[in-house]
């Protein structure tokens, strides 16, 4: 099993940045492949980006290429992902998940992870 914090979310003006963290516990976080996912009020959960184990392959959405980026430190069991040029529609549930230690790359799925994060809000003001 491997339990998930996320942390980090808040209120950001338009153009301002937050950067979360996902804790991660149970067995070594190095064996797993990790995403990001968000979910806006009445819309489905979407993929944001996703990370290797090794953090060498890093996925990003197109909507926050260039904007978001995803990162791991695996001395601290901890995946990030930092968001800069925050827009509106930026604002959502954010959510990390792990994908199973067999896979060693990310995926844009969700039904590719195993475990989740119980998720922290972020709301970008106009």
């Known amino acids: 099993q491997v339990q998930l914090v996320e942390s980090g979310g808040g209120l950001v003006q338009a153009g301002g940045s937050l950067r979360l963290s996902c804790a991660a516990s149970g067995r070594t ?21 996703a990370i290797s184990k090794g953090g060498l392959t890093t996925t990003q959405a197109d909507s926050v290429k260039g904007r978001f980026t995803i990162s791991r430190d695996n001395a601290k069991n901890t995946v990030y992902l930092q968001m800069n040029s925050l827009k509106p529609e930026d604002t959502a549930v954010y959510y990390c998940a792990a994908r199973s230690s067999v896979y060693g790359l990310g995926s844009l799925r969700q039904d590719a992870y195993d475990y989740w994060g119980q998720g922290t809000q972020v709301t970008v003001s106009s």
Request: glycine residues 10%; proline residues 5%; charged residues 25%.
């Open 29 to 49: 976080f190095s064996n797993n492949a990790m995403g990001w996912f968000r979910q806006a009020p009445g819309k489905e959960r979407d993929f944001v980006a």
